[in-house]
């Protein structure tokens, strides 16, 4: 008798819950919104993609990338310099950043809370388009920059 009981509170504390969530958490539904896998590239000898990594990676190979700190739209560079190195190759630098103070730190926390204020209000929607863009040129125009960037880095 105990065992059914147990078993009814918790089938009604999941209705509960579930009407709570329903009414706080909105349903969206959402249009034109297709999900698919990238083509998987071979990097084949004399392939295309492998000869636009092996010039990106040239590219990136052949200069040091200055990194600011980035805070809301905004870029500071402190005097604490430091240099990211090739882990096959400690004599060359392939990007120079900068290390923030408790100052930056916090207002970098900040400006993250408020604009998360702002994110929350931006429609599903909306927010997918946002995503499809930077996938769209993380996989396209960007694609060996990024790759030789993981590779060198």
Known sequence: MLSVCRVNVVV??????????????????????DVKNEPVYQYLKGSKERTELEKALKETAGKTEDIPIVIGDKEYKTDDVRYQVMPHNHKQKI??????????????????????????????????????????????????????????D
């Open 12 to 33: 009604n504390l999941q209705r509960y819950a579930t009407r709570c969530l329903a009414s706080i958490v909105p349903e969206v539904k959402v249009d034109d919104f």
């Open 95 to 152: 990007a120079k950043f900068y290390y923030a103070d408790a100052k930056l730190v916090n207002k970098a926390i900040d400006v993250a809370v408020e604009t998360q204020k702002k994110w929350d209000r931006v429609p599903i929607p909306e927010r997918l388009r946002i995503w499809e863009k930077a996938a769209s040129l993380m996989a396209g125009q960007y694609r060996q920059t990024l790759n030789a960037a993981t590779i060198l």
